[in-house]
């Protein structure tokens, strides 16, 4: 879980930093694909890269869903009887919508590659101009309704998931453990305002 | 005080069980939980009526052995308190409250609030323990112990297995417990030379016995007793990740 997840989130944080050139206008935004697909040409070929690197995502998400599933199943087994009387969250809210928050995660990951990546969603579609098909959709109310819900919950996952990860590997002790909470809590939040700041730039007309 | 209890009755391991309600009154605020169980248990005995199955031994917060789910919420509202030490004045008149067993596979109901934490002795029978010369009792400060590992050592052994931390769960996992033991010994000088065995083999045991996986939840912190940190969850796994990464639990 946290192999995987800490894959996974190092290419979120890129992709985010990927999707702020929509700031700097669409020549800047719409050199970015070809400018990813260009690294290690020489060697890889055009475009070798990203095919890596979506195989190398594609092999955690598998593997990062395997085990969320079997820890789900471990602990359905583990309390066969439920309590009759369910008590409050007394430790981390995060860390208690981690499986349902994964599969809307999983869910707007569908949606946003038949968006995004193939066009088939998007109102204009067109693969050679991300930058037009990204403010044709969030000229739409209700795909930046789910993108954002999309995107809280992602902040939550990595709330939890950074932190939990850290734990997992031995990282934590008595003395750290406020300040690796803290750390997390400060990347989800930056991660989140990231990504939040296209459809609200898009609303706003900071970017047309 | 008047309160009603919503008591979970369950006559043997296999039979069916229920919750029944029982009013009581005249609680008084300075009785501790168990006392107002016993001032029940009398009357339901004076009516011919089973009393209620619970377990307790020193009630005094050290034993480990009085453990339930008050409301939800494994040894009742008080933080960083057991069953036994929980007093009424933290409930008020008219209250309802509901009492349940444990509930993990782990730690099956043998009858109403009493189940079998057996499962505990298995994880300390896997590596809870250090091999030590037998024969006269050695002196005291022979083994010298750098102040800060005591201290550490000292709080992860104030674990009292009460099962709380299994209990309060949402994964049904015992890590906290086999962590606090693993801590304990792990951190001592006479700990040492079963440190990662132990540490696997805890794991291991814990793993195989029915308890749900560690997702870091933090429900076990908040609901011990004894206030053992999660921290000693991530000691544990230092030690796990470095016996699987250097087999330092094989022999040399
Ligand atoms: S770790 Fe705390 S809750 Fe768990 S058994 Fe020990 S004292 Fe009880
Ligand atoms: S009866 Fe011993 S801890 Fe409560």
Redesign the pocket.
């Given at each position: 879980m946290a192999v995987t997840g800490g894959a996974m989130f190092l290419f979120v944080v890129g992709h985010m930093a990927g999707n702020l050139k929509v700031l700097f206008g669409p020549e800047a935004f719409n050199e970015h694909p070809r400018w990813l697909r260009g690294i290690g040409e020489g060697l890889l070929g055009y475009g070798g890269f990203v095919w890596i690197a979506r195989v190398g995502l594609l092999l955690c998400l598998v593997l990062h869903m395997t085990a969320a599933i079997q820890l789900a199943r471990r602990a359905a087994a583990a309390r066969p009887a439920r309590y009759q009387r369910r008590g409050p969250v007394r430790g981390s809210y995060a860390a208690r919508t981690m499986r349902w928050g994964g599969v809307i995660i999983a869910l707007f990951l569908v949606y946003h590659l038949m968006d995004l990546t193939a066009g088939w969603l998007n109102p204009v579609g067109d693969l050679e101009h991300p930058y037009r098909n990204v403010t044709a959709d969030f000229r739409h109310w209700y795909v930046t309704l789910a993108y954002t819900v999309a995107i809280v919950t992602l902040g939550f996952h990595i709330r939890h998931g950074l932190w939990s990860a850290l734990q997992s590997l031995g990282a934590s002790n008595a003395r750290r453990q406020r300040v690796l909470k803290g750390i997390a809590l400060g990347v989800a939040v930056l991660i989140c305002a990231g990504f939040l700041a296209v459809p609200f730039s898009v609303l706003t007309g900071l970017v047309k | 005080m008047r309160l009603t209890l919503r008591v979970w009755r369950q006559a043997g391991p296999d039979e069916d069980g229920r919750l029944v309600d029982y009013a009581v009154d005249d609680v008084s605020p300075d009785m501790s939980f168990l006392e107002m169980l016993d001032v029940l248990n009398e009357r339901l005995i004076m009516e011919g009526e089973e009393p209620i199955a619970f377990d307790h031994d020193c009630r005094e917060g050290i034993c480990?052995m009085c453990?339930m789910m008050i409301n939800g919420v494994?040894h009742g509202p008080e933080r960083a308190t057991t069953t036994c030490q929980l007093h009424m004045r933290h409930f008020a008149d008219g209250d309802v409250v509901v009492i349940e067993p444990w509930r993990a596979r782990a730690f099956p109901v043998i009858k109403d609030l009493v189940v079998d934490r057996g499962a505990?002795d298995r994880i300390i029978e896997a590596g809870g323990y250090i091999t030590a010369p037998t024969g006269s009792a050695p002196d005291a400060h022979a083994i010298p112990v750098p102040k800060p590992d005591a201290d550490k050592a000292f709080e992860a052994a104030?674990?009292?297995?009460?099962?709380?931390?299994?209990a309060?769960c949402p994964n049904g996992s015992?890590m906290?417990?086999t962590?606090?033991k693993a801590t304990h010994l792990g951190l001592l000088p006479q700990g040492q030379p079963e440190r990662y065995s132990r540490a696997v083999e805890m794991v291991a045991a814990h793993d195989a016995l029915d308890f749900g996986g560690c997702t870091n939840t933090g429900e076990?912190a908040v609901?011990?007793?004894?206030?053992?940190p999660l921290e000693s969850i991530a000691r544990l796994n230092r030690d796990v990740l470095r016996a699987t990464v250097t087999g330092a639990h094989e022999p040399r």
């Open positions: - | 480990g453990g494994a505990f104030a674990c009292i297995g009460c099962g709380a931390c299994v309060a015992g906290l417990f962590a606090a076990c609901a011990c007793p004894k206030g053992i």
